[in-house]
């Protein structure tokens, strides 16, 4: 395979990832704010048992995730170009 093919794929599967990461931590967040929203008792949330993944930190891989298969495209983009 050629080095612009390679990185091309790197780029899909940050992207993929990335895309991925960002829909389960808005589900996370929704998931969340629903479970406080339906239960009267806020022991849950603020013993934080059980322990649950936070939202934010799901986006923030996300969205870095997405810029690094950006990154990679571009670089896929100019590789091809050049060779």
Do not use: C, N
Request: hydrophobic share 60%.
């Amino acid at each position: 395979m050629e080095a612009p093919a390679i990185v091309a794929i790197l780029g899909a599967v940050f992207t993929l990832f990335g895309i991925i990461l960002v829909a389960w931590g808005y589900r996370e967040e929704k998931g969340y704010v629903e479970d406080i929203a339906r239960r009267p008792d806020a022991k849950k949330f603020i013993a934080r048992f059980p322990p649950r993944m936070e939202a934010g930190g799901l986006k923030a891989g996300g969205f870095i995730s997405l810029a690094v298969g950006a990154v990679l495209f571009v670089l896929a983009l100019l590789l091809w170009l050049v060779l």
